[in-house]
């Protein structure tokens, strides 16, 4: 998995934990609708920490808790 699927998987996660729906996020986080469905799109390769933070912002958690998850830890790394 990238670190961007990880990403996503980990906010879906959340998302669905606490039935908040993608609009829902982006409207909680302060970025367009378009924003958040954009990073969720399988066919975008980055994400932004900015976003991220956003996100993270509007869940109420911090970046070191969305991170603190065994799914991060256990990255292939990208540097080959």
Do not use: W
Request: some cysteine.
């Amino acid at each position: 998995m990238s670190v961007k699927d990880v990403v996503v998987a980990r906010f879906t996660h959340i998302c669905k934990t606490r039935g908040i729906a993608i609009n829902e996020l982006a409207t909680r986080s302060g970025v367009t609708p378009s924003t958040a469905y954009s990073m969720f799109d399988k066919k975008r390769q980055d994400v932004s920490i900015v976003t991220i933070k956003k996100f993270c912002d509007g869940l109420d958690i911090s970046l070191r808790e969305f991170f603190d998850s065994d799914e991060f830890d256990n990255l292939e790394q990208e540097i080959r």
